[in-house]
């Protein structure tokens, strides 16, 4: 099984701050997906990255994929309350979506 | 489209008990999978299926029996319910034949306890 590990665990900021969590591996990944989870919900994707050195950005997410494709990261400009979620991070070995492994996830509230 | 749907949303159960989780998609995807997500140990993958007829193990499938006999339903049976399969449940489906770039769609998820 191929570790990822996320950091931080959890983070508290107040609205309007940036932030960036992390999604790191000893492994290498043909792709990596980040997904956010709320409360009672399931995962919904945010992003896909294939590419190492991948930069994408989706509104005020900036999502990066490391060189070697052992890390991500994800950055949240002017963070706001809609931002509160389960932030996970899932790395693909291969082609298929049975050898996904998820990270434990980041735990982020935006307090008003 | 309602997208995935789960039924129940809650369960308890007493250990030693039997009973099915239901998943039903509405996209015509050819991929379903079951996970569990337990604190501090993330999303685990269960069960997976690329098409009706074909299923296969994933990470953590003792206890855990599936079946796929159309495209639209994937239910997850629990043989004899122990303690340590109190969790929350998800099924996930994906278009094509289940890569791990494709976009993966979340049921709102079962949570499972077993007494």
């Known amino acids: 099984t191929q570790l990822l590990e996320q950091s931080p665990q959890f983070l508290s900021i107040q609205e309007g701050e940036n932030l960036t969590v992390y999604c790191n591996s000893s492994?290498?990944?043909?792709?990596l997906q980040w997904y956010r989870q709320e409360p009672g919900e399931g995962p919904v994707l945010l992003v896909t990255?294939?590419?190492?050195?991948e930069v994408k950005k989706l509104k005020r997410l900036t999502f990066q994929f490391g060189d070697a494709r052992k890390d991500s990261s994800l950055h949240i400009t002017a963070a706001q309350t809609g931002d509160t979620g389960l932030y996970l991070c899932?790395?693909?070995?291969?082609?298929?979506?049975?050898?996904?492994?998820f990270g434990k996830g980041t735990h982020l509230i935006i307090q008003p | 489209n309602a997208g995935v749907t789960q039924t129940p949303k809650f369960q308890v159960l007493k250990t030693g008990q039997s009973m099915t989780l239901q998943c039903a998609q509405d996209?015509?995807?050819?991929?379903m999978s079951w996970y569990r997500q337990d604190p501090g140990m993330g999303l685990r993958l269960i069960h997976y299926s690329v098409g009706a007829g074909i299923t296969d193990q994933g990470e953590v499938p003792n206890g855990y029996n599936v079946s796929r006999s159309t495209t639209e339903d994937f239910p997850l049976r629990l043989l004899s319910a122990a303690p340590s399969q109190t969790s929350v449940y998800f099924c996930a489906s994906s278009p094509g034949q289940g890569r791990s770039t494709d976009t993966q769609y979340f049921g709102p998820g079962t949570r499972l306890t077993v007494l």
């Open positions: 899932a790395g693909g070995i291969g082609g298929g979506a049975d050898g996904l492994t």
């Open positions: 492994s290498v990944f043909s792709s």
């Open positions: 990255v294939v590419t190492g050195g």
């Open positions: 996209m015509n995807h050819e991929y």
